[in-house]
Structures are given as structure tokens and as C-alpha cells.
């Protein structure tokens, strides 16, 4: 079935800073609601994309947070989705209707999740943990006392708090001494405040020059010396191309062979996601995340109309996009430390070129902005081809990540 709506996520966070979940809502074009097919179609897409070939969850540990209204509920494709992994947010005020109350009753019951919006804590009282597993709170970051009074009862049952909006670390900091997972407002895009010195750490250095050598098509021996430097870099360049994904089909234990087998572009973009990992100062795993995320997405939509070596370029760009944030230093002093080429240069700063709309256009679906749709027409991309990019690039994010 034809879709008309595109899919924007945010985080969730447990108080450790990680992120246990996304909140998938629907940005409808038009304010028509959709009729049950249409809703039908939509969970069955979710659930086709979040599950792999085997049928198991693509997304590992994480919970999925559904936008939901009334007619989801008794969806058929519900049944395909893991219950433990399944949360639904559905707006109290729709509970009176009896028929919506006796349906989350049931999915309850079932054991898929359910996140209760709007909710007026004090009225539902002692009932609130038979219908929820959580509920979404107003933080204001104003009265915290009150609010500490209000959700201590919440915290002795086993309905989990959800709240929102977080919009920086200092409130994120109050709320996990609140004992509530936030959602975050614009968390996943703020760099935690660090003490640490800013500018690159030995480790970084030596990945730029790495890459800068990649760059420049340097010599395999030439980089081989220079990844001898770094007995850690070394080891995980090892691993990975001895990992069951790389599949390499036999041992390779030298770095000669690792780099001869991995290739130039293979090697750039693995050097990218070590380099954003290899951050210490406005480290945070959220951020990191995102950053993962965003490249992988934008590379999916753009390699249907750029190919495959144009695309891993924005996966670049899109990586690079938030470097400035994760090593702690201006987009100005990145660009400095390492050559990039005009493409990925003017999409970083300005969102421009060749590459430039793939990255805003994965922006715009992490931060709910109304530009998702007019982004996607003109790069000529369907709701679908959209949805379907972002859902994978979710699931490769977790591989990655393990």
C-alpha cells in the first residue's frame, strides 16, 4: 500500500546516558487519519523492517516506541512485533472509550508495552500500573520537590516514567535523580559538558593522519607502519576483519593482509565510525549513536541515485556531521586536520552540493522537522523509500554498535 507518512524517531535515555529505545511517531501529510488498512499496512511495514530474514529482532536491546491511536490496537500485524520489545503510546483520554480500554487491557495482558500520554497521575492512582508499563511525565525543571513527591509513589510500582521534555543535560541530570527515563528533546545533538581538554587525543591524531594517507591513496606498507604505532588500533582493525560479518572465510593475522583484503573506501569508512568512537570529551553514547544513524541513513538514500562509492562519501559526510560535537572542537578545526573532498566539505558546512540534501534530509527525520517531506520530493523519495532507509539504517546501527 501507498504511504503517506513519514517515520521521525527520538531516543530514549536510562539515566546511565544510553540509549534503550526510540520513539517512532508518524508525520502525517494532510490531517486525514488513517483509515485501519492504512494502519495495518504501516505496522506490518515497521515490523517487516525491524525483524531480519530469520524473523528476530534487528535491533537488539532496544524497546520500540510506537505512536499509536485507537484503530493500531486491534492491527493483526501487532502479533509480528515481540510483545517485550513492542511499546504502544496511546493518549489517555482515548481509555474512555470502553472498547480502546478493553483492547490495551489485552495487549497488556499479552505483554506488549503499553506508554500512557497526558496522563493525570494523581486521578489514575492505584489503577495505573494494570493498564501502563509506563507514563510519559511533564518535567519542568522548575519545581523539583513537588514533582520528587509526585512520582515517588510511581517509583515503588513497576510502571516506568517517562519524561519529557529534556531538553538539556542539567535536567536530564534532575530527572535521573528523579529515578525517570527521559525522552530527550534535542539531547541526542548536545555534547555532554566534559572537563576534559578539547582537541584531538593521540588516538584521533593518528586515525586522521590514517585517514588523510587513505586520502591520498598512500601505500599499503606506508599504512602499515603507521597502524603499528597503535597496538589498540591495530588489534581492532584485526578484529574486524576477522569478525563473522566480514566474513574473510580464514584467520588474517597481519596487517598487511587486513588492509590488502579491506580496500581503500572500506577502510576510510571504517577509520570515520572509529574516529567518532575514539572521543573522549563531549563523548556521549547518545550522540555517538545518532551519528551512526545519521551516516548510514543518508547513505542509503542517496545510493539509489548517486551508486555505491558516491554514496559511502555522504556516509562520510553524515558521520562527520556531528564530529565537530563528539571530539569537542568547531566544524572549522576538523575540516583542518583532514582533507576532505569539496562534496563532503560544502554538505558538512552548508548542506549543500552533491551530498547535501541526503544529509539534511536524514536530519530532519531525527529532529521531527516539517522539512522531511518537501526534503524527500525533491530528491524524488517516497514516504517508503524514506521509512524503509531509516528503519534499516536503525538495525545496522546496533550491529555496529555490538
Known sequence: ??????????????????????????????????????????????????????????????????????AMLSTDALHQLPPERT?????????????????????????????????????????????????????????VGTQARAYAALKQSAVGMVARPVSNWADFDACAALGLNAFVGKLHLTPRPSTDSKGLNPAQAIIMQLMQMVRQNADIAQLEAVLKRDATLSYKLLRFIN?????????????????????????????????????TSGYSPVLLETAVVRGRLAELLAVGALGKSEAENVFVAGMFSLLDRLLGISMQEVLANIQLSDDVVAALLTRSGKYGPYLALAEACELNSDLVASLAA??????????????????????VAA
Open 1 to 70: 500500500m501507498h504511504q503517506t507518512n513519514f517515520l521521525v524517531r527520538e531516543p530514549l535515555l536510562d539515566p546511565k546516558q544510553r540509549v534503550v529505545g526510540y520513539e517512532i511517531c508518524w508525520q502525517r501529510q494532510g490531517a486525514a487519519p488513517s483509515s485501519p488498512a492504512e494502519l495495518e499496512a504501516l505496522v506490518a511495514f515497521v515490523a517487516g523492517q525491524v525483524l531480519d530474514a530469520d524473523g528476530n529482532w534487528a535491533l537488539r536491546d532496544k524497546i520500540l516506541f510506537l505512536e499509536a491511536v485507537p
Open 87 to 143: 511499546v504502544l503510546s496511546i493518549k489517555t483520554s482515548e481509555l474512555a472509550r470502553p472498547d480502546t480500554l478493553t483492547a490495551v487491557q489485552a495487549l497488556r495482558a499479552g505483554g506488549v508495552g503499553i506508554l500512557l500520554r497526558e496522563a493525570d497521575i494523581a486521578r489514575i492512582g492505584n489503577r495505573l500500573p494494570t493498564i501502563a508499563s509506563y507514563v510519559e511525565v511533564r518535567f519542568s525543571g522548575a519545581d
Open 243 to 279: 569478525s563473522a560479518g566480514f566474513g574473510a572465510g580464514r584467520e588474517i593475522q597481519s596487517l598487511r593482509q587486513a588492509l590488502t583484503l579491506l580496500g581503500y573506501t572500506p577502510l576510510y569508512r571504517w577509520l570515520t565510525l572509529l574516529l567518532a568512537t575514539a572521543s
Open 378 to 399: 525533491s530528491l524524488k523519495l517516497s514516504p517508503e523509500d524514506v521509512n524503509q532507509a531509516h528503519l534499516s539504517a536503525l538495525a545496522w546501527a546496533q550491529n
